[in-house]
């Protein structure tokens, strides 16, 4: 599945749950965060207080969403945060990296011509005009040469 987070800090984008997980989803993540910070003291206890902090939030975190009034006053305060929270994002034909990447950069491109960005292309496949091209191919200039 394709996923976007663009960094929102919002409680789904923490427990890494998309907007509209059930209460039993939420209670997962939030279960799999807390064994996860919990190894990390064991592994690192200087951190200790950082992550005491951590865990902490995403217990409130949690018992926000959990609880249905809670969650609907939550999502009414922050309904501009749902913009920015883990999302599914079409189909499941999103499963590599590089389709995630060519997906990323087709409608990032997109909308930075629309605003007037010019852009460099990738690579010579997304090229359309090579009268700019100075690179020297022997191969080509004998058969264009030859024409």
Do not use: C, W
Request: glycine share 4%; net charge negative.
């Amino acid at each position: 599945m394709f996923m976007i987070d663009l960094g929102g800090d919002s409680h789904y984008s923490r427990l890494g749950v998309e907007p509209d997980a059930t209460a039993e989803e939420i209670r997962q993540a939030r279960d799999r965060l807390i064994r996860e910070l919990k190894e990390q003291v064991r592994r690192e206890p200087g951190r200790k207080a950082e992550l005491t902090e951590r865990q902490q939030r995403i217990n409130g975190d949690a018992d926000v969403l959990v609880r249905p009034a809670k969650r609907a006053q939550y999502d009414q305060e922050h309904e501009h945060l749902r913009f920015f929270t883990i999302r599914s994002a079409a189909a499941p034909m999103f499963t590599s990296a590089p389709d995630r990447i060519d997906v990323l950069h087709r409608v990032l491109s997109a909308h930075l011509r629309a605003a007037g960005v010019h852009l460099r292309p990738l690579s010579d496949v997304d090229r359309h005009d090579f009268d700019a091209d100075i690179t020297p191919n022997t191969l080509l200039d004998e058969l264009i040469g030859q024409r």
